[in-house]
């Protein structure tokens, strides 16, 4: 990797590339995120059963798990 000096006083360089390989890849597809929820836990169906009566978006909460 190489950089040019900057001008600015305290400039930063970002370069989206050097994140890439530890950027959260998180579906936004409702019925996916169900399916990788349920999936990936052991008891993912059952907070669904049981948070379809309490949340009104369960899902939303199980894309940040």
């Known amino acids: 990797m190489s950089l040019e000096s900057q ?9 989206p590339a050097h994140y890439e390989a ?3 890849k ?3 597809s ?4 169900k399916r990788d ?3 990936t836990f ?3 169906q059952a907070y669904f059963d049981a948070a379809n009566g309490i949340l009104q978006q369960p899902s939303y909460h199980a894309r940040k798990s």
């Open 30 to 33: 409702i019925p996916q995120i």
């Open 26 to 28: 998180a579906n936004k």
């Open 22 to 24: 530890i950027s959260v």
């Open 7 to 15: 001008k600015a006083k305290y400039g930063t360089f970002k370069d």
């Open 42 to 44: 052991k008891y993912g």
């Open 37 to 39: 929820f349920i999936n």
